[in-house]
């Protein structure tokens, strides 16, 4: 499912031709990989030449980096406080609630589930056909406050197990709420994660539990 939705939107998207920017997300997002000890992942990363300021991970670790958020991750351990965050999000299983929730709103039927627990061949073909336009969707759609605490609190691990700073995410989120003073709109990453204050305050608050896992390369 994750992957359908994955090679569709690489497909439709401009691949970024920066080999010292495609290298730095395939670095940091390999250590991020290896961190999560989820072997049966199909870990993939790649950059996407975009204005926007966003990124995602699909189900099953597939990660796209768009390149307008480059400028505010600024180096490795920033980008790895993202490529961390995103990663839990698909680890959580947080995506596949999502898509759910999509799906059922989209198809207003709330008996869609019950078809796609009885895996009704007719059901799941309409399933996928729909998933292929709304996974786009999907992705727009803010988690919710639980699910992005979930996510910075294991991305906050997975860094600092991976050899990132995990104060490099503070920085992260602070630069984020910077970039969004002074502009139209915030960047698109502050769309589906609002950087509240509490964000930045329950960063910190776990700050010396993965300081535990911190181990500088
Ligand atoms: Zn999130």
């Not at 997300?25 to 290896?34: K, P």
């Not at 502009?183 to 502050?190: A, C, G, H, M």
Request: glycine share 8%.
């Amino acid at each position: 499912m994750g992957l359908d939705a994955y090679r569709q939107v690489l497909k439709k998207a401009k691949l970024s031709t920066d080999p010292v920017a495609i290298e730095q997300v395939r670095r940091v997002g390999r250590r991020i990989a290896e961190a999560t000890g989820r072997t049966d992942y199909q870990w993939e990363f790649n950059l996407i030449e975009d204005k926007q300021a966003n990124a995602f991970c699909l189900p099953g670790g597939k990660v796209a980096v768009y390149t307008g958020i480059l400028p505010i991750t600024r180096d490795d351990s920033g980008l790895a406080a993202v490529l961390g965050h995103e990663v839990s999000h698909a680890i959580a299983r947080h995506g596949g609630e999502r898509v759910t929730q999509t799906l059922l709103v989209q198809m207003g039927l709330a008996a869609t589930q019950v078809a796609l627990a009885r895996n009704d061949p007719a059901v799941v073909q309409q399933v996928t056909a729909l998933l292929g336009a709304g996974a786009t969707v999907g992705l727009l759609l803010p988690w919710s406050r639980a699910q992005e605490s979930e996510a910075d609190h294991l991305g906050l691990i997975f860094m600092a197990k991976a050899g990132y700073d995990p104060h490099a995410a503070l920085d992260l989120w602070n630069r984020m709420a910077e970039a969004a003073k002074g502009r139209d709109r915030p960047p698109e990453y502050l769309s589906t994660h609002p950087s509240e204050e509490t964000r930045i305050k329950q960063i910190e608050a776990w700050i010396p539990e993965a300081l535990q896992f911190y181990a500088p390369r």
